[in-house]
């Protein structure tokens, strides 16, 4: 009796043991998923606030490059029309009459409470239309900005059958059945090209062609650039006083570009010759803003024409990247 008793007393103790036990390890198993969650939710705070940081820096920096914006339209509007457009002292655009002794000069950065910002100007009218340059143009183009010969034939052929009304390919070119074969599949253009980008839509052509390309050693100019030779607007007479010597060469000649930067060094041009002119009525603008700290930058990039005081906006980009 006494055994049996004392059997069951240890069976009871056993069993409460085993429950205590197991009662501790579902608390420790608790414990540690309430760390886990609450490490889960620091960390999800952690991300949050970060990315709310960063879109109210985000946010700043292009605030900033919107008001470069502005006051580059404000020196746009300040010109006098026409507009006498030339290069002055590392390349810079100025705006207004070589002679003229009360020129105005502003400065194309500024600063504000939240951070920097400056902006460009260029002169879309010292570039040759891609719209309506002839073959013969874009190939010399392409040649001097160091695309090979074998790429020239197909990156010519292609940009004439994207701007062409018609679905008959050229020999090297392309038009729908070859882009609705990419991944993913888009249309042929068939018309006029709209912003400079849209070369990136060719065949053949890379980022690098267009926007340029160093050598990552030694510095080495790959590619040029087409997007300080080829625009898309402009009046159909390229500006003498702004166009790069490449320019120069395949509009005018080789004889007639040097004579054109001979000149130059001398002082503007002020007298128009055939085919070109000493006045300009379409710019790019480039305005960057940068935060305080300089660890965010935004760009935006507009095409304006000016005509009777007036700026019409062409091209916007709210986030360059080129």
Not at 206 to 218: A, H, V
Not at 264 to 277: K, S
Request: proline letters at 2%.
């Amino acid at each position: 009796m006494m055994g049996t008793l004392s059997q069951r007393n240890h069976a009871i103790t056993a069993l409460t043991n085993e429950r205590g036990f197991g009662a501790l390890i579902m608390v420790i198993w608790i414990v540690v998923m309430l760390m886990a969650i609450a490490g889960e939710f620091s960390y999800s705070m952690k991300t949050e606030i970060n990315i709310m940081t960063n879109f109210k820096e985000e946010e700043e920096a292009y605030r900033l490059a919107l008001a470069g914006m502005e006051k580059a339209k404000m020196e746009l509007l300040l010109m006098k029309e026409p507009a006498y457009v030339y290069l002055g002292e590392n390349s810079s655009l100025i705006l207004g009459e070589p002679d003229e002794e009360d020129q105005l000069v502003i400065e194309r950065k500024g600063e504000l409470e939240t951070g920097t910002f400056s902006y460009t100007l260029a002169d879309e009218e010292g570039k040759i239309n891609i719209n309506t340059a002839t073959q013969q143009q874009i190939r010399a183009i392409l040649l001097e900005s160091g695309v090979e010969v074998e790429e020239v034939d197909t990156i010519t052929d292609s940009i004439m059958d994207w701007r062409d009304g018609n679905d008959l390919h050229m020999v090297n070119g392309a038009e729908e059945d070859y882009y609705q074969s990419l991944d993913p599949p888009y249309s042929s253009k068939d018309g006029s090209f709209y912003a400079i980008e849209e070369l990136l839509l060719v065949k053949g052509m890379t980022p690098e062609i267009l926007y340029g390309l160093k050598g990552e050693e030694d510095g080495e100019i790959i590619y040029t650039g087409l997007i300080d030779l080829f625009t898309v607007v402009g009046s159909g007479r390229t500006n003498i006083n702004t166009a790069q010597e490449t320019v120069l060469e395949i509009l005018f000649g080789t004889d007639n570009a040097l004579n054109i930067a001979t000149q130059r060094e001398a002082g503007p041009i002020t007298r128009p010759i055939a085919n070109g002119q000493v006045t300009s009525s379409y710019f790019t603008v480039l305005s960057t803003g940068t935060n305080r700290d300089g660890s965010i930058s935004r760009t935006v990039k507009a095409v304006m024409q000016l005509q009777n005081k007036t700026l019409e906006i062409h091209y916007w980009n709210d986030n360059y990247t080129g």
